[in-house]
């Protein structure tokens, strides 16, 4: 089975609900994936604009989801503590934050990646920043899925 990364709010490159975004909710989507490979004992997740003005903006990044989870809820990001932790995005929370291009720059893809990793827990510091969390998460990579969303204004 084809590991792959899905959300019930948005299809494979069509619009995020504005809700997901910080002009409404802030909501986090809820996201489902299938096909894990074998030996995976966490995931790691990213959610990256690379059509940002000032180059790739990093709006979320999540580390040590358990091995045996399938999803991730709406609002993960603002539910009972787990064993996951967020890193601190491009806007400097450890949270999601949602899509918010600046207007008059057309309509930017969201890329959602999960990764699929040989290790059950990194320890990353959440003030690391999520893009060099990504680089030490590709580190123990087996497989990644991906989904994108779009936005503009």
């Not at 489902?32 to 030996?39: A, N, R, V």
């Not at 290790?119 to 510091?125: D, Q, R, V």
Request: aromatic content about 10%; some cysteine.
């Amino acid at each position: 089975m084809t590991f792959s990364l899905i959300s019930p709010s948005f299809a494979d490159g069509q619009p995020i609900p504005q809700k997901y975004t910080r002009l409404g909710d802030n909501l986090f989507p809820p996201l489902k994936w299938t096909g894990t490979p074998e030996g995976t004992q966490s995931f790691a997740l990213i959610v990256e604009d690379p059509d940002a003005p000032r180059g790739m903006f990093r709006h979320c990044a999540i580390i040590n989801i358990p091995g045996s989870w399938t999803d991730l809820p709406q609002a993960v990001d603002t539910g009972p503590e787990h064993s996951i932790k967020f890193i601190r995005n491009d806007f400097g929370n450890a949270r999601y934050d949602g899509p918010q291009p600046p207007a008059g720059t057309g309509v930017h893809h969201y890329w959602f990646r999960l990764a699929a990793l040989d290790t059950a827990n990194l320890s990353i510091p959440e003030d690391v920043g999520a893009e060099e969390a990504w680089k030490r998460v590709r580190k123990h990579l087996i497989e990644e899925a991906a989904i994108v969303g779009t936005f503009g204004r």
